[in-house]
């Protein structure tokens, strides 16, 4: 049974820095590209980072601007999420998913997801 988990959210102010980390079991984790997503209500699921199984390639969405970073170790079957300068707007639940296609920027190219982390950004 796959599972990812993920974990590193919470409550912090604006300008702190944070890593999310998101654990994979029950899958041959380095066959797979996986990717953060993030959520706030009402809204669709908005894709924010991803990697290539092998970490050979990146790519981010247009407002991180600089500011995330994804990384992954797959030895350890986990993906990281560091964001830097946290902004109000960052607030959200964030999803790791993963996916056996090589490039995939939307959640319904996602074969598997975590059940999401909060994150909260005070002002």
């Known amino acids: 049974q796959v599972q990812l988990a993920e974990s590193g959210g919470g409550l912090v102010q604006a300008g702190d820095s944070l890593t999310l980390s998101c654990a994979a079991s029950?899958?041959?984790?380095?066959?797979?590209?996986t990717g953060w997503f993030r959520r706030v209500p009402g809204k669709e699921h908005e894709f924010v980072a991803g990697?290539?199984?092998?970490?050979?390639?990146?790519d981010y969405a247009d407002f991180v601007k600089g500011r995330f970073t994804i990384s992954r170790d797959n030895a350890k079957n986990t993906v990281y999420l560091r964001i830097n300068s946290l902004k109000p707007e960052d607030t959200a639940v964030y999803y790791c998913?993963?996916?056996?296609?090589?490039?995939?920027?939307?959640?319904?190219?996602?074969?598997?997801w975590g059940p999401g982390t909060q994150v909260t950004v005070s002002s």
């Open positions: 998913a993963t996916t056996t296609l090589l490039l995939a920027t939307t959640w319904e190219r996602y074969q598997y």
């Open positions: 029950g899958l041959t984790f380095s066959h797979y590209r």
């Open positions: 990697i290539s199984a092998a970490s050979f390639t990146t």
